[in-house]
């Protein structure tokens, strides 16, 4: 007991050693910390949301459009094919994986079978009795279009926060579907939901100016046409104003590479925008064949304008205007056009946001409740215990230190339940010493003398000390793994500090008493 | 300066009275299932969805005013309440119908209808979707800590200490459930923390004693059973008593100054230490004896060890 083996005391000194170097930085303010040398340790601890203020949104990417709007586009593509080939058909159609299509005439299903499996790829078709023929998305297809989905909305909903000034968002994809956008700081959520809340998806129709608008409006739309509202023109009574397009896009949104706030000749707030080099010559074909039919511009399903064109436009810039710009307004559409738009909708599911002001009595609360449960701890542990006691706290400061150095280390997240799990932690830590401490009172019962009661102390209430705390392990992964957020937060505290207290309350303090004992002699000893 | 929490060798009646015991336990847990059938948990919105809202005013006492303001909504049952200070008040709207935009949209009805000089301190919105599959997550959590550990106490000990332990988990389980049900406290994520912990911390309570009964049982091969364990819990009693008020006094120090939010997940801890101590001597030790613990097994066992 007396001789601790040197390889083990230095091991023991370089732990704390190390525990208080990754744990020093947290005594200096951040910019100082950032700016220590290279191969000091300089990461503090992260403090989670609820600390420091900030908004928390789990976004669903609503992948079930995605693949809506791929059938769709099937249909037309396949409406457009059989008629080019004059092929006569019924019942076309998409269903929520697949397209169907019924060929009228039996002896042409074989020819439109072949045309359409080469329309698309990721579609399993067959062609069945009576010239059916059903198209239906493979597993496989299904599962690239959602996880491309996905990781495009990342993207996007990166461009569109990034502009905005703010420190160090988080954006990480959560589950199949979902994203988590974590913005410390900004505790308004609704300027960042404003800002994902639409796809920002552009496009140029042509006005369907054979089809009768009135027609439309009593449910009779042409088929490759459509219906759209206008985004701020209104009829006499008060709903907006219906605009009847063709659904073939003339220009896509996709080609633009970039958009910024301008004004029109009026001086009114506009957006100019840049088209890349297909979409130029495209929009230049277009206004040339179309000279004098109007051309809508379109948003997320909704009219922003429909200007006639009045000359050919070349070299694929043009301006948007509309009777609603503000200079506001205007420069949002300008950002969400630059960064692209999202593949899907999406939807908040959860949202938290905390003030800075709450963040900070939080943390303050935390402290002063550290600071009380600490300060009775170590009373409550002197009275009791006497000298051993004192041991007994170095052991526990020196694990409040590693606690900290682990958090700092690992990059954990602090978050409010966290400190409780460090509070906690507190209370139990000294756990393991007073098995070891009550073991050795029952050991000098027995009539031993101190050095070996101390001895079988130690090595008697080691068994119970892991099995005591490897139960609490367990509770603290269970509650990582199905945990979210500050309750993961919570977990990694105590488990953190269980492991740490294990180590100083079996080694540190095993190494006071010795050297305590070797210096002292005693042959009595009041625990 | 020196204190005594318990006499030099404790030698309380676990064992002899257990049936007190058992029956006090069993009416506790009854009454807390009836209270959960009858009365419910009061869930937070982690786990039903909806709004939740704190704000700090710019003068106190402005809770009826408000309430006014929100009553013309037409948001539903909308519940205001002081938080900790006259100025805090904590406002929480129940999942509006319509879903996810639906609700986006009654948290800015809210902050339009209170107008400008309020301080939003804490928005909370968790969608249906969202709150559900956190329910049952947590319920998989407790479920699953408690299998857990009933399997590793199974490695490490017998079945009969496994079983033994996890009826005094559960026990403290479901009377804390029951608690929560008699205060009508919000039961949240954070709760099912507490519970959790809760499981932890009570199990941690009933190895130390069951590692001395399993000394105890090599030590003394011919004691009887009763004896035996009732010796056990009263040797480990000072421990016991000593880590559980080192633990209460920090979650003390939590409960009065750790701030509002923290404050049920506080009380869970506390209540669940007291629950957890009771029942690791009171219940897990006794319930021992009824499960026919082979002291011949233990023979074999170290037998066993020995000879390999």
Redesign the interface.
């Known amino acids: 007991m007396l001789k601790i083996e040197t390889w083990k005391l230095a091991v023991v000194g370089i732990l704390c050693a190390l525990g208080f170097a990754f744990a020093a930085p947290n005594l200096l303010n951040s910019d100082t910390a950032g700016a220590l040398p290279d191969f000091l340790p300089k990461s503090q601890i992260n403090l989670g949301l609820d600390l420091q203020g900030g908004s928390h949104l789990l976004l669903e990417v609503e992948v079930g459009v995605v693949v809506k709007e791929r059938l769709e586009s099937l249909v037309d593509a396949i409406r457009t094919e059989l008629r080019k080939e004059r092929i006569l058909y019924g019942g076309l159609g998409a269903s929520a994986t697949g397209v169907n299509v019924t060929i009228k005439n039996a002896a042409e299903a074989e020819k439109a079978y072949d045309i359409i499996r080469k329309l698309d790829v990721g579609f399993e078709t067959n062609l069945g009795d009576s010239g059916h023929i059903v198209m239906n998305l493979t597993e496989q297809a299904l599962k690239e279009r959602r996880v491309a989905a996905v990781e495009q909305s990342i993207e996007i909903v990166r461009r569109r926060v990034d502009p905005q000034g703010i420190k160090e968002p988080t954006i990480t994809r959560q589950g199949d579907d979902r994203i988590l956008l974590q913005v410390p700081g900004e505790d308004d959520p609704e300027k960042l939901k404003k800002l994902l809340g639409q796809t920002a998806k552009l496009t140029f129709h042509l006005l369907d100016d054979k089809g009768s608008l009135a027609d439309a409006m009593a449910g009779r739309v042409p088929p490759g046409s459509m219906l759209l509202p206008s985004v701020d023109e209104y009829d006499s009574l008060g709903k907006p104003r219906m605009y009847l397009l063709k659904k073939r896009v003339a220009v896509s949104g996709d080609t633009l590479v970039s958009a910024s706030l301008g004004f029109d000749q009026g001086n009114r707030p506009a957006v100019n925008f840049r088209l890349d080099a297909v979409g130029g010559k495209k929009f230049a074909d277009i206004t040339r064949q179309n000279l004098g039919k109007p051309f809508a511009i379109v948003l997320d399903k909704k009219v922003i304008s429909a200007p006639t064109i009045q000359g050919i436009i070349p070299g694929g810039s043009g301006q948007i205007t509309s009777g609603s710009f503000t200079t506001e307004s205007a420069k949002e559409l300008s950002l969400l056009l630059s960064a692209g738009a999202l593949p899907a909708p999406l939807t908040v599911l959860e949202e938290r946001s905390v003030g800075p002001g709450l963040g900070a009595d939080s943390v303050e609360a935390g402290k002063i409740a550290s600071i009380v449960g600490l300060v009775l701890v170590v009373a409550f542990m002197i009275i009791y215990y006497g000298r051993l006691g004192v041991f007994a706290n170095i052991a526990l400061a020196m694990n409040m230190v590693l606690i900290v150095a682990l958090l700092s280390a690992f990059g954990a997240t602090l978050t409010l339940p966290g400190i409780a799990g460090i509070v906690l932690t507190i209370g139990m830590a000294v756990d393991a010493n007073v098995l070891v401490f009550e073991r050795i009172r029952e050991e000098l019962r027995t009539g031993r003398g101190v050095m070996s009661a101390v001895d079988a102390g130690y090595k008697r209430a080691f068994g119970t000390i892991m099995d005591a705390n490897i139960t609490t392990l367990i509770a603290a992964a269970l509650l990582f793994a199905f945990g979210s957020g500050p309750v993961q937060g919570f977990a990694v505290t105590l488990a953190f500090g269980i492991m740490s207290s294990m180590f100083t309350a079996i080694w540190v303090t095993r190494i006071l008493v010795s050297i305590w004992l070797r210096r002292t002699r005693p042959t009595t000893l009041i625990v | 300066?020196?204190?005594k929490?318990l006499p030099?060798h404790p030698n309380f009646g676990f064992v002899s009275k257990r049936m007190i015991f058992f029956a006090f336990s069993a009416l506790l847990v009854a009454a807390s299932i009836g209270l959960f059938f009858t009365k419910g948990l009061s869930y937070g919105i982690d786990f039903t969805g909806g709004i939740m809202i704190?704000v700090?005013t710019p003068a106190p006492n402005q809770i009826g005013e408000m309430r006014s303001k929100l009553n013309q909504l037409d948001l539903g049952s909308i519940e205001l309440q002081e938080f900790g200070a006259p100025d805090d008040i904590l406002i929480r709207i129940p999942a509006q119908e319509g879903g996810?935009?639906a609700n986006?949209a009654a948290v800015?009805a809210v902050k339009v209808a209170l107008g400008d000089g309020i301080?939003?301190?804490?928005?909370?919105?968790?969608?249906p979707?969202?709150s559900d599959e956190?329910f049952w997550?947590?319920m998989?959590?407790v479920v699953?800590?408690i299998l857990?550990?009933l399997v590793?106490?199974w490695f490490?000990f017998e079945w009969q200490f496994g079983l033994g332990a996890v009826i005094a988990l559960s026990h403290d389980v479901i009377t804390t459930i029951g608690v929560f049900s008699l205060i009508q406290h919000e039961f949240n994520?954070?709760t099912?923390?507490a519970v959790?912990?809760i499981?932890?911390?009570s199990?941690?309570?009933t190895?130390?004693v069951f590692?001395?009964v399993r000394e105890n049982l090599r030590k003394y091969k011919t004691k009887p059973m009763d004896e035996l364990l009732n010796q056990s819990a009263n040797?480990?009693l000072?421990?016991t008593v000593?880590?559980s008020?080192?633990?209460?006094?920090?979650?003390?120090?939590?409960y009065?100054?750790?701030?509002e939010?923290?404050r049920d997940?506080?009380f869970a801890?506390i209540w669940g230490v007291v629950i957890g101590t009771y029942s690791s001597v009171c219940l897990a030790v006794p319930l021992l004896l009824h499960m026919g613990v082979q002291r011949r097994t233990m023979e074999e066992e170290e037998t066993a060890e020995q000879q390999s």
């Open positions: 300066m020196r204190i929490l030099e704190e700090r996810e935009k986006q800015n301080e939003y301190r804490r928005t909370e919105l968790v969608g979707k969202v956190l997550n947590g998989y959590a699953s800590a857990a550990i590793y106490i490490r994520l954070a099912v923390a959790l912990t499981a932890g911390y199990i941690n309570d190895v130390v590692d001395r040797e480990t000072s421990r000593m880590t008020l080192t633990t209460l006094l920090a979650l003390i120090a939590l009065f100054l750790g701030g939010i923290i997940f506080a801890m």
